[in-house]
């Protein structure tokens, strides 16, 4: 194999990742908010700009979502057992030890297992949850007639709040894994740039040079 710099994030995704990333930390600076951590923005407005950028991003996610299925892309995130106790056995102890990462990123895996399985759960449970409670939440005033609507409420703030910390848990162990190996600049870089270093077979090298030679850099660059 040699190792390539591959346009692995097309500019949609870069798109997508850094709006989500915008949005997400605007919820929860709103949501915090609301829940009486700070008072930086009055209760009025916190609810209008959390229920805004609620919004932009669940219309964000239905294009995404869109977009993963219509360019055959979801296949990268579909879990695998494959490299995973490795990878899991890396961020216990073999990172504090300095070792290598244990995960080659290769044209059709860009991620590793852990980080699929992490992506899958949120995309299947955790990002559902925050929705679906989120909705009900702010349509309330449909169905706060019905019996018991007090206790329904109650319950359903809850389980928006504990997937919002969920999120939140999630974007801290995002930021801190990316100051680990070669650190934060070089991971930042590809979502920023589109390339990675990718390890290609001679035969997936011919092919891109040949068929999508527009994702590969020159090696002058």
């Known amino acids: 194999m040699s190792t390539r710099k591959v346009k692995v994030y097309p500019r949609f995704e870069r798109l997508w990742h850094w709006t989500q990333a915008l949005l997400i930390f ?22 209008m700009l959390h229920t805004i ?15 993963l299925f219509t360019t055959g ?14 990878v899991m056995k890396f ?14 990123k290769v044209i059709w895996r860009k991620h ?17 949850m925050v929705w679906i409670t989120g909705i009900i939440y702010l349509t309330y005033n449909f169905w706060e007639h019905i019996p018991d609507a007090t206790l329904y409420i109650t319950i359903i703030a809850n389980l928006h ?7 939140m848990a999630f ?16 991971h930042v870089k590809p979502m920023i740039t589109g390339y990675e270093d990718i390890n290609l077979t001679p035969e997936q090298e011919s092919y ?4 999508e030679p527009w994702r590969l850099k020159s090696r002058k660059n």
């Open 26 to 47: 605007v919820l929860t600076f709103t949501g915090l908010g609301l829940n009486g951590v700070h008072s930086i923005i009055p209760f009025g407005p916190a609810v």
């Open 53 to 67: 950028a609620a919004l932009i991003l669940l219309s964000v996610w239905i294009f995404a979502t869109f977009w």
């Open 73 to 86: 892309t979801w296949k990268q995130f579909v879990p695998t057992l494959d490299g995973l106790v490795e």
């Open 91 to 104: 961020y216990a102890w073999g990172v504090f030890r300095g070792e290598q990462h244990p995960h080659k």
């Open 112 to 128: 590793n297992p852990l980080q699929i399985l992490a992506y899958f759960g949120l995309k299947i449970l955790i990002f559902p």
């Open 161 to 167: 709040l504990l997937s919002a910390y969920i999120v």
């Open 171 to 186: 974007v801290i162990a995002h930021i801190y894994l990316l100051t680990i190996g070669h650190g934060f600049r070089s």
């Open 208 to 211: 891109l040079e040949t068929n």
